[in-house]
């Protein structure tokens, strides 16, 4: 099946500075990809879905790129604060039916004022 | 726009004892259901899916159960606890382009 991996399992960043989570698939016929955002005790957000016909997306002071040739989905948040302090979790869907959803497992981001 | 509950909040129970967690999506029809745990360290693991009433697909099993007794409905159940079991207990439901949305989901101590 599908092998999700995500990096780094936790990051720490300035206010101000970006911040860059990776992962990497193995299912070449994944199609959809998505960004969830988890804060403190809470549950999963919806932050961002990315299709395969799509390279890029851009949210609210946040940026998903998608590599299909080297099977890379990155989440790059351009100019942290700490309201960007949470956990982030990659997930893949797609290549074996719907209810097949891979998630990475999950970077821990600590913003500092 | 679609809603899901769970329920209880949180729950801590002893080791041994049953438990049952309920979920119940408001506001579309027919949803695809899965059950998910999170450990402590954050990790999803997929527990159960369902697509349809009295169908359960179990992905992990953990000594746990699920049932889809109503079209809204799903529940996960164990008769006897262990203290792995402990931790947040997430229902999802699938959107219109395959992406899932979660509930609030279930705090489980287990002691």
């Known amino acids: 099946g599908e092998q999700v991996e995500q990096r780094p399992p936790h990051l720490s960043v300035r206010e101000g500075d970006s911040a860059v989570i990776t992962c990497t698939y193995t299912?070449?016929?994944?199609?959809?990809f998505f960004w969830y955002k988890q804060e403190p005790g809470a549950s999963l957000q919806l932050l961002m879905k990315?299709?395969?016909?799509?390279e890029i997306n851009e949210g609210q002071g946040f940026t998903v790129l998608l590599n299909k040739k080297d099977k890379r989905l990155s989440l790059n948040l351009t100019a942290a604060h700490p309201g960007d302090s949470a956990a982030y979790f990659c997930?893949?869907?797609?290549?074996?039916?719907?209810?097949?959803?891979?998630f990475g497992k999950g970077t821990s981001l600590t913003v500092i004022p | 726009a679609q809603t899901i509950h769970q329920w209880p909040v949180a729950e801590i129970k002893a080791v041994g004892s049953p438990l049952s967690l309920g979920c119940t999506i408001k506001?579309?029809?027919?949803?695809?259901l899965y059950w998910y745990w999170q450990a402590t360290g954050g990790t999803l693991q997929q527990l159960f899916y369902?697509?349809?009433?009295?169908?359960v697909e179990s992905v992990v099993q953990l000594n746990l159960s699920a049932s889809r007794p109503k079209d809204d409905q799903f529940i996960l159940s164990t008769e006897k606890l262990l203290l792995s079991h402990s931790g947040f207990y997430l229902c999802a439901t699938t959107g219109g382009m395959a992406e899932q949305f979660f509930g609030p989901g279930t705090r489980l101590t287990v002691l």
């Open positions: 369902s697509i349809t009433v009295g169908q």
């Open positions: 506001g579309k029809s027919s949803p695809n």
């Open positions: 997930a893949v869907s797609g290549g074996g039916g719907y209810q097949n959803f891979y």
């Open positions: 990315v299709f395969s016909s799509t």
């Open positions: 299912d070449p016929n994944s199609y959809y």
